[in-house]
């Protein structure tokens, strides 16, 4: 019964978002023209060598699509700026008394924006990386289980974003962590170059990091996927979900104390 | 007129800082957070250059060159005409009636009339970059390739946000247009050859942001420097054209707005 409220509330921002399409097209075209950027530097960068740090020029670029549509799409760009904005503008209240959990509300709404941004975005990323440097060797067998692990990175950013955008109840702004967080998660999360590029000491800091559950380790096992290593990076989602899951509870928590009603 | 324009800015300017201000803590957060996001870009360059030397021709030190020229032409446009990217909504808003009544030239006054507070960081990013790393012979021009990439990436704000006055909205074309010429912008020109490098120096003149004025830095050539000028200047009276006109088409919804 209580799942079912939060289906109904994803079903209607799935027509709610169906409604402004043409945004997710116009981000996803964006996403393509980004891919068609990468094109034209990883030809020039594997123009002397076919094979760079075990990635070839056709699984760079399918790495790249991957890694993209996860993270122009995910909560990190989006829910930070909104929840600061509800904190800020009073609209939280409207929220907080109806008979679901704030947070989940925003689990549920957040994960409809997610699949249908990733959905168009990797569509029209994936024709731009085919167009170019042709279709990846891979096995649809292995589809539900990335399909899986790109869940998972959802939730690890879920949680990461909200403990950001709640803050605004202890910060004037907090749109400021969101350009940050964007960066970390660009460079440090492997989504604009796999972390085999970096120096080693920087690969090893950076392949633990949450970060790189969200871009990194997703989009190589999409590329060179081994059973062992879904199950590794799994596990460690997993356990950054609950470690960060149960960050997010206590602060919520502490936050809804703060909330003074006004009349008016 | 223009001594007028200049003036007018430098009221905006007062009056948004002074808004600005008001939010102190905030001001200097955002400042900081965009100048630690900029520096975030160094770093990826960093770790690229380290392990791939040379991307064509570019180097790292033009790479610090882009950057500069990205954030400071970007930092103008967000400190001077803060609503570059806005105009789009504020014409699909209703809020264009405001403007209209009032005696300033209607797009500079659209335009001048709201502040981007972490431009501030963008500029002291490419002012700190600038003075480190730019060896200061190269400073005056460029000074002036950021604002040539300044005016073609208004040009092209403008000429976006006044679809709007044709169509209805094109906020979002807006946005995805101006991240795309951005991004665009923000690698190395060289990796481009043939037909899209022609369109990227021609139709969609992104090119001439951040990959000409690399290329006029590393050795100077008049001729592809007058052509930079002339683009911008076609550039630019198109998007003023293109304004005008679709002012001539606009009809008032008589929306009424509290203008605070």
Redesign the interface.
């Known amino acids: 019964m209580k799942i079912l409220k939060y289906y109904e509330i994803w079903k209607i921002n799935l027509l709610n978002s169906l409604m402004y399409f ?2 997710f097209i ?2 996803s ?2 996403i393509g ?2 891919i068609f ?1 990468f094109v ?2 990883w ?3 594997y123009s002397t060598t076919s094979v760079i740090e075990g990635f070839t020029l056709v699984m760079m670029i399918w790495y790249l699509v991957l890694t993209e549509s996860m993270v122009v799409n995910i909560g990190g760009t989006t829910l930070i700026k909104e929840l600061n904005q509800e904190v800020k503008s009073g609209d939280l209240i409207y929220v907080l008394n109806k008979p679901y959990n704030y947070v989940a509300y925003h689990y549920v709404k957040s994960l409809c924006q997610w699949m249908l941004g990733f959905t168009t975005s990797f569509i029209i990323a994936g024709l731009v990386a085919l167009f170019f440097v042709g279709a990846l060797e891979f096995s649809l067998i292995t589809l539900p289980f990335i399909l899986v692990i790109l869940l998972f990175s959802f939730t690890i950013d879920f949680t990461i974003s909200a403990i950001l955008g709640i803050s605004a109840f202890w ?3 907090t ?3 969101k ?2 967080y ?3 998660i ?2 440090l999360g492997g989504m ?2 796999p972390l085999e ?3 080693e000491w ?1 690969r090893i800091i950076s392949a633990k990091l949450p970060f790189s559950y969200i871009a990194y380790h997703p989009a190589k096992l999409f590329v060179m996927f081994s059973f062992k290593s879904f199950l590794w990076i799994m596990l460690a989602q997993l356990s950054y979900v609950i470690f960060f899951g149960i960050i997010l509870v206590i602060l919520y928590k502490l936050a809804v104390r703060k909330v003074n009603l006004h009349g008016g | 007129m223009g001594g007028s324009l200049l003036n007018f800015m430098w009221v905006y300017f007062k009056i948004n800082m002074q808004s600005a201000m008001e ?1 102190r ?2 001001f200097l ?2 400042t ?3 100048l ?2 900029d520096g ?2 160094i ?2 360059w960093l ?2 250059f ?3 030397k040379t ?2 021709s570019w180097q790292f030190s033009d790479i610090l060159v882009l950057e500069v020229i990205v954030a400071v032409s970007w930092s103008l446009l967000g400190i001077f005409f803060g609503n570059f990217m806005e105009l789009a909504n504020v014409i699909k808003d209703g809020k264009l009636d405001f403007y209209l009544t009032l005696p300033k030239e209607v797009l500079s006054h659209i335009l001048t009339s709201n502040m981007r507070y ?1 431009a501030f960081g963008d500029l002291l990013f490419g002012i700190i970059i600038t003075i480190f790393f730019i060896p200061l012979i190269k400073w005056p021009l460029l000074l002036l390739f950021i604002l040539i990439a300044s005016t073609i990436l208004l040009s092209i704000a403008v000429i976006l946000g006044s679809i709007t006055l044709y169509t209805g909205s094109s906020a ?2 807006t ?2 247009g101006m ?2 010429a951005l ?2 912008a923000s ?2 020109f ?3 050859s043939g037909m ?1 490098k022609f369109i990227l120096l021609t139709v969609i003149p992104v090119g001439f942001i951040t990959g000409v004025p690399v290329r006029l830095l590393q050795s100077f050539d008049l001729k592809l420097f007058l052509f930079m000028i002339l683009i911008t200047v076609i550039l630019a009276i198109i998007a003023l054209i293109i304004f005008k006109l679709g002012i001539r088409k606009y009809e008032s919804g008589n929306l009424i707005n509290a203008r605070v």
């Open positions: 043409s945004d116009f981000y075209v964006f023209v980004i950027i034209n530097l030809r020039n960068l910060m004037e702004d749109t400021s962590f350009y940050v964007e960066k970390i660009f460079i604009l170059i590029i970096f120096p920087l | 939010y803590v905030n957060l955002q900081i957070a965009m630690f996001n975030l870009w770093v990826f770790i690229f380290n392990r791939f991307v064509s972490h979002e074309l946005r995805a991240f795309g991004t665009i690698y190395p060289d990796v481009y899209v």
